[in-house]
Nanobody, 122 residues
Framework: QVQLVESGGGLVQAGGSLRLTCAAS?????????MAWFRQAPGKERDIVGR???????YYAGSVKGRFTISRDNTKNTVTLQMNSLKPEDTAIYYC???????????????WGQGTQVTVSS
């Protein structure tokens, strides 16, 4: 089992940057999990932003590719989402999630953080 806590959300102008951090804790080693960031805007489904495997291979959704970067630090049990060139359409609640396996489906993720709000003004 693992507990996830996100931090780093906030309000930023279009074109700006934010860095989100997900801190993991629990009985099972962090290195056993594949990690992902999802986001959910009001009235919309929860969609994957990107994911990073246990071996640090990454996947990004087309809408964020080239602007967002996911990394993990297994010594600190953290996953980071660096968001650059932010757009108003990036506004959403961002969630960190953990699973075992490479999947983009939110229903396949076992553990979730509480979410952090990101708002991008035009």
């Amino acid at each position: 089992q693992v507990q996830l806590v996100e931090s780093g959300g906030g309000l930023v102008q279009a074109g700006g940057s934010l860095r989100l951090t997900c801190a993991a804790s629990g009985r099972t080693s962090f290195t056993m999990y594949d990690m992902a960031w999802f986001r959910q805007a009001p009235g919309k489904e929860r969609d994957i932003v990107g994911r990073i495997s246990r071996t640090s291979s990454t996947y990004y959704a087309g809408s964020v590719k080239g602007r967002f970067t996911i990394s993990r630090d297994n010594t600190k049990n953290t996953v980071t989402l660096q968001m650059n060139s932010l757009k108003p359409e990036d506004t959403a609640i961002y969630y960190c999630a953990a699973t075992r396996g490479l999947t983009n489906s939110p229903t396949s993720y076992y553990y979730w953080g509480q979410g952090t709000q990101v708002t991008v003004s035009s």
